[in-house]
C-alpha cells in the first residue's frame, strides 16, 4: 500500500476527535441591559445569534463534537438549539443546577467530555486563531495546559500574561499591574488534558482564571501566541461591535 493509500486509511484524529466545552452560563452582568431577556451567548451578531457564528467557526476548523456549558438563561439556548440543529456537528448540552462559576461549570460537565485534551473556551470569545495548529503545538510541547495569548494595544479591563521566551507563562498580572506593551492577554481559550480536568473536576466550583490557571507553578501553562484579531462580548462596547457582525474569524495564528 503507498503512503497515500494508508494516510487516507488511517487519517489523523485532529479536532474531529477533540471535545470542545463552551462555557455559556455566566449572568453577564456587564451586558444585561443591552440584551433583557437574552442570554449573552445568544447576542444579535449580523442578524444571527452570536453562537451560530461561534459554532460555525468550531465547524470549520474540523470540530465535530461541542459541550455547551450552560447555566443561567439556558431555556433560551435550548430551545434555539431544538429549532436549528446542525448536520455534521455533535452539540451536547450540560446545565449547572446553580451557578458554580467556569471552573465549576467544566467540574459539572466532566462525564460528558470524553476527549484527551479538552479544548474549552469562553462562549462570549472569537479569536483569528488555527485550532489544529494550536492542538499540534500542545502536543509537541507534552503540555499539560495550554492556552491562546492575545496581543492588545491596551490592557484595559484584561489581566495581562507574562510570557517567557520559551512560550510559558511565567506569571499573569492584575489589571492595575498592566505594566508596559505589548501587552499578553488570556484569548480565553484553553487546552486541557486529562490531570488538569481531573483538578478542576476537584474543584467542584470557581473560577477557572482564577483558582485554577492563576494558582499553577510558574512555567506550567504553554502559550500558544497569535497576531490576529480578537473578541470578546462581554462589554456593552464590545457587544455593540459585533451586532453589525463578527466576519473575519478565519484561522490565523502566529
Excluded at 116 to 143: E, I, K, S, Y
Aim: charged share 25%; aromatic share 6%; hydrophobic share 45%.
Amino acid at each position: 500500500m503507498n503512503a497515500s493509500a494508508d494516510s487516507r486509511a488511517r487519517p489523523e484524529p485532529g479536532l474531529s476527535g477533540i471535545d470542545v466545552a463552551v462555557l455559556a452560563g455566566g449572568l453577564g452582568t456587564r451586558v444585561a441591559t443591552a440584551l433583557g431577556e437574552l442570554p449573552k451567548i445568544l447576542a444579535p451578531a449580523g442578524g444571527r445569534p452570536f453562537l451560530e457564528h461561534l459554532l460555525d467557526w468550531l465547524q470549520a476548523q474540523g470540530v465535530r463534537r461541542v459541550v455547551l456549558c450552560l447555566g443561567h438563561r439556558a431555556a433560551p439556548v435550548l430551545d434555539h438549539l431544538r429549532r436549528a440543529p446542525r448536520a455534521g456537528l455533535d452539540v451536547v448540552c450540560s446545565v449547572e443546577p446553580e451557578p458554580l462559576g467556569t471552573a465549576g461549570a467544566l467540574a459539572h460537565a466532566r462525564p460528558l467530555l470524553r476527549s484527551d485534551p479538552v479544548l474549552a473556551m469562553n462562549g462570549d470569545t472569537l479569536a483569528q486563531v488555527d485550532l489544529a495548529a494550536f492542538l499540534a503545538a500542545f502536543h509537541a510541547r507534552r503540555a499539560g495546559v495550554a492556552l491562546v495569548g492575545a496581543a492588545v494595544d491596551e490592557p484595559g479591563r484584561y489581566g495581562r500574561m507574562e510570557i517567557g521566551e520559551d512560550g510559558r507563562v511565567m506569571r499573569f498580572r492584575e489589571k492595575e499591574d498592566a505594566g508596559a506593551p505589548p501587552y499578553w492577554i488570556s484569548a480565553g481559550i484553553y487546552l486541557l488534558g486529562r490531570q488538569a480536568l481531573d483538578e478542576i473536576a476537584a474543584l467542584g466550583k470557581g473560577s477557572l482564571e482564577r483558582d485554577f490557571l492563576e494558582r499553577r507553578p510558574a512555567g506550567s501553562i504553554h502559550a500558544f501566541r497569535i497576531a490576529g484579531r480578537f473578541l470578546d462580548i462581554g462589554t456593552p462596547e464590545t457587544l455593540a461591535l459585533a451586532r453589525d457582525g463578527v466576519g473575519g474569524y478565519g484561522a490565523g495564528a502566529a
